[in-house]
């Protein structure tokens, strides 16, 4: 029998970021926004950048955006990835403004249009965790 | 913003050396670094305890390269082993040698990753990508490509013109890695590592060390060599999109183009007076970058511009004439100073750009920099 396949790496869940992955897990995309100057950011900071406000939150966004970039993985980097080379990374712009990497859902297009819209869909890994993901939009 | 262009002239690189460059794994970075230091201080005929400042980058801890070459410093920094920190270390050294903070500073520079089998990548990089399995610089830069090729229809056969060229300067340069030519077609079928980048467009990584000692005009008289001058420097940070380590959204056009406006206006000189550019290529992309945000070309242009081998010795902007870190070894900007020194200096045998004058190092990467030395 074959040996079990190494696991993936999984986001680190700290007091930052936790907010994110709990909203993921509810199929609810988030940036997190300050409650002060209302500046939003993705990922999650300590302070806001723009005030250095401490108090901050996840807030839903819409899951809506536009792709910026894409890469297709022909090296693993992580043996966990081996069996899905080759593989596309999108980079997508959210309507909301923060950038965020991810994969997409699904079959990946052959040669994604770039500044094609996107929305997010949630791929759940397990019962802890839920990664987002991207489509084209039809 | 403060004027610091009173520097301009004021400091001398006088002293340049390096070691071999390839794999060894009997080595260490002390030793490299010692190696480089003993070479710079023969090429300028300075006395070791002269030496009273001491800048290292990629070594592992700075007092036991103090110990090592019997040192006591009144100036010491130590730099992280990333890329963009020549340029920012040369910087700091012209500034604490006009300060009077020390009179002769030597930088070291030590890379030993080729033997230690570094990746550059994956667990040795945690990121916040990972679970999408997004992970390396050389990713960054494909991203930053498919950009640049979708936005002005640039193609990875004008990208290979940079490969190529580098390669070729690397077949006349004695101590560099690679010594086969390659051709565009070679580039082209290249195995793919993160598409659209090829092996041809990643940086060698290969294990070596190189010394510059720097400074003042006033005592680099004394000195063996003909000095080369710091005469311009421009310096511009891209911070706001560090989670993607490498990646810069406009590919870092902005902070080039302050940066070619701060090192140009305090040289005197324009791109067109550069007879000899150094650029910062651990991916081939970034030279298509800093060939746009510098002037070199209008944005979106590079493409063009390095067609018809542009960028090699005899044409229109000889790029890399050590073969960069593409093609001489992967010292991370510090040898590409040498180079830039060496080239002045003309000491460059059959890569030598005849009667250059001005040489110019850029590094455009989320610490942006760029440096102008003259002849002395």
Same mark, same amino acid.
């Given at each position: ?31 997190? &926004?300050? $409650? ?12 806001? %950048?723009?005030? =250095? #406000? ?27 990835? &081996?069996? $899905? ?12 403004? %923060?950038?965020? =990497? #991810? ?36 | ?376």
């Amino acid at each position: 029998m074959d040996a079990p396949l190494p696991a993936k790496p999984r986001p680190n869940i700290d007091p930052v970021s936790r907010g994110f992955w709990e909203n993921c897990r509810r199929g609810v995309l988030s940036v997190q &926004r300050c $409650d002060d100057c209302g500046n939003t950011h993705y990922p999650g900071t300590p302070v806001c %950048p723009a005030c =250095l #406000s401490s108090r901050q939150s996840w807030a839903p966004v819409s899951g809506r955006g536009t792709l910026v970039s894409w890469v297709r993985f022909h090296r693993a980097y992580w043996d966990s990835f &081996r069996a $899905d080379l080759p593989y596309l990374v999108c980079l997508v712009r959210l309507e909301e403004g %923060p950038l965020m =990497l #991810s994969n997409f859902a699904g079959e990946a297009p052959d040669e994604p249009p770039i500044g094609a819209a996107v929305e997010a869909a949630f791929d759940k890994v397990d019962d802890e965790l839920t990664l987002p993901k991207f489509r084209v939009a039809v | 913003m403060s004027d610091y262009t009173h520097l301009k002239d004021c400091i001398a690189v006088v002293g340049v050396g390096n070691t071999a460059y390839g794999n060894f794994p009997d080595r260490d970075d002390y030793g490299l670094g010692a190696e480089a230091f003993r070479n710079a201080l023969a090429d300028c005929g300075l006395e070791k305890n002269k030496v009273d400042g001491l800048l290292v980058c990629r070594i592992p801890y700075y007092a036991r390269m103090g110990e090592i070459l019997g040192l006591s410093p009144r100036w010491t920094v130590p730099l992280p082993p990333h890329g963009r920190m020549s340029a920012m270390g040369i910087i700091e050294a012209a500034a604490a040698l006009e300060a009077g903070l020390c009179d002769y500073a030597a930088l070291i520079y030590a890379n030993i990753g080729r033997s230690r089998r570094v990746n550059y990548g994956g667990e040795e990089s945690p990121g916040v990508w990972d679970p999408f399995g997004f992970t390396s610089p050389g990713a960054a830069h494909a991203l930053m490509f498919q950009q640049h090729r979708a936005k002005y229809g640039t193609t990875t056969r004008q990208l290979a013109e940079v490969s190529v060229a580098f390669r070729h300067h690397a077949c006349l340069n004695p101590d560099a890695v690679m010594k086969q030519p390659i051709s565009i077609d070679d580039h082209e079928a290249a195995r793919p590592i993160v598409e659209p980048l090829r092996l041809l467009d990643y940086c060698l990584i290969n294990d070596g060390a190189v010394c510059i000692i720097l400074t003042t005009k006033e005592r680099a008289r004394d000195l063996k060599k003909r000095p080369i001058m710091i005469s311009g420097i421009g310096a511009r940070e891209a911070f706001e999109t560090a989670s993607i380590a490498n990646y810069d959204p406009e590919c870092w056009y902005h902070q080039a183009r302050d940066v070619g406006r701060q090192v140009y206006g305090m040289a005197g000189v324009g791109p067109s007076d550069v007879d000899t550019l150094m650029c910062y290529d651990n991916f081939s992309p970034t030279v298509l970058f800093s060939l746009e945000g510098l002037g070199f070309c209008e944005r979106g242009e590079a493409g063009g511009f390095v067609e018809g081998g542009a960028l090699k010795v005899g044409g229109r902007l000889p790029t890399n004439t050590d073969g960069g870190h593409l093609s001489n070894s992967y010292m991370q900007g510090w040898a590409l100073n040498v180079e830039a020194v060496r080239q002045l200096r003309g000491e460059c045998g059959a890569r030598q750009v005849e009667g250059a004058e001005v040489a110019q190092f850029c590094a455009i990467t989320p610490c942006s920099r760029s440096i102008i030395y003259t002849r002395g």
